[in-house]
């Protein structure tokens, strides 16, 4: 027997999830829980943040300062690994450390079949050594060529660094939500694969949809009718900070189908 789409949903399918910092709706962001949660779920992947230290070590965090999701107080970038690596990044109760991007990548090989979406955070004072840094820690983990990585940033420069020293990784330009005034016209100064819009970017701008035939990754789809939102619009990736509520949405909506033979 052969199951095919009906005529009027033909060309609806569910987006592919990403979780974003990890499974960050359930469990400290961007922590080995976090992740290896959100990794053993039947989803395309997981994305997360990298940083410089002071000392030149790539580590999995968003925020310029440590104050938000950690015990600790300061910079990132003024900080030393061996310094950070005695925070908490979790809870009193469930404490988490800080991870280095290769520990992630190393976690990854545990999981064969999921992708990771790297987003080098850009303005840093580093510039564009967090990009040169994350090509490093890919090419010892032997994935700067899988199609398993993606690389995603708010920075063009960081995008054509990509293009130009990593060709075969697919990389989404993300578009802040404040670029809707200041680039009405959607000029790209760098050649991505695809495009990354917030969720209220691209909803306020459809014309990012399927932008130039690139595909499109949108961010941080956390209500089931935003996920529905993104299916009846043909986003191809989104990421969402619950994971396990899109499975549940698509299960619960599935795409209607009609039985043939
Ligand atoms: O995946 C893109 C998205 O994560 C960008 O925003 O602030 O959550 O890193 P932010
Ligand atoms: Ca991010």
Not at 82 to 89: E, H, I
């Amino acid at each position: 027997m052969t199951i095919l789409a009906s005529n009027s949903n033909d060309h609806l399918q569910d987006p592919l999830i990403v979780a974003h910092r990890g499974a960050s709706g359930l469990y400290p962001e961007l922590t080995f829980q976090a992740f290896n949660e959100a990794l053993k779920m039947p989803i395309h992947g997981i994305e997360c943040d990298v940083r410089l230290t002071r000392d030149g070590e790539l580590i999995v965090f968003h925020d310029p300062i440590l104050s938000r999701t950690t015990n600790g107080r300061g910079r990132v970038s003024a900080t030393d690994y061996a310094d950070l690596r005695t925070l908490n990044a979790g809870t009193k109760d469930n404490p988490q450390r800080i991870m280095r991007l290769a520990e992630l990548l190393e976690l990854m090989q545990d999981y064969p079949d999921k992708h990771i979406y790297i987003e080098t955070k850009h303005p840093t004072r580093y510039g564009p050594e967090v990009d040169e840094q994350t090509l490093r820690v890919l090419h010892y983990a032997g994935l700067r060529e899988s199609e398993r990585v993606h690389l995603i940033s708010f920075s063009h420069r960081a995008m054509r660094y990509f293009t130009e020293f990593a060709p075969e990784l697919e990389t989404f330009y993300l578009f802040r939500l404040r670029e809707k005034k200041w680039n009405r016209g959607n000029h790209m100064l760098s050649r991505p694969y695809g495009v990354g819009p917030a969720l209220s970017h691209l909803q306020a701008k459809r014309e990012l949809l399927g932008f130039r035939g690139l595909r499109t990754y949108t961010w941080t789809v956390n209500l089931p009718k935003q996920m529905l939102w993104c299916r009846d619009n043909g986003v191809d990736v989104f990421a969402t900070d619950l994971p396990q509520l899109a499975m549940e949405t698509f299960a619960k909506h599935p795409v209607a189908t009609t039985m043939v033979g």
